[in-house]
């Protein structure tokens, strides 16, 4: 199976998300909570909306607050569209 997710995430223009790890209490699977900004069209204000999605982390590899890059990838479960790629910065551990 890890071998179809590589193949999915080295190809193509697929879709790239970077965000924070808000869950990790699932088996192989994150919650990541991607935020963005966007200027309102009337009120010309900077608004943030946050979204959340879940991926698949193959090597149960994320903690909590880490900041990861997921990749969009074929359906996996009835909710997991997308694929962890890499850790970029690691959560600061107390």
Not at 6 to 22: M, S
Not at 56 to 78: A, M, Q
């Given at each position: 199976m890890t071998d179809s997710l590589?193949?999915?995430?080295a190809t193509g223009n697929?879709?790239?998300?970077?965000?924070?790890?808000?869950s990790n209490k699932a088996d192989k699977s994150v919650v990541v909570?991607?935020?963005?900004?966007f200027l309102h069209p009337r009120y010309r204000k900077?608004?943030?909306s946050h979204k959340k999605y879940l991926a698949h982390d193959e090597n149960n590899s994320c903690n909590l607050g880490d900041r990861v890059v997921i990749v969009e990838s074929r359906p996996?479960?009835?909710?997991?569209?997308?694929?962890?790629?890499r850790v970029v910065a690691r959560a600061e551990q107390l």
């Amino acid at each position: 199976m890890t071998d179809s997710l590589e193949k999915a995430t080295a190809t193509g223009n697929k879709r790239k998300l970077e965000g924070i790890v808000v869950s990790n209490k699932a088996d192989k699977s994150v919650v990541v909570e991607v935020e963005r900004k966007f200027l309102h069209p009337r009120y010309r204000k900077t608004v943030r909306s946050h979204k959340k999605y879940l991926a698949h982390d193959e090597n149960n590899s994320c903690n909590l607050g880490d900041r990861v890059v997921i990749v969009e990838s074929r359906p996996l479960s009835r909710r997991k569209r997308w694929v962890m790629e890499r850790v970029v910065a690691r959560a600061e551990q107390l």
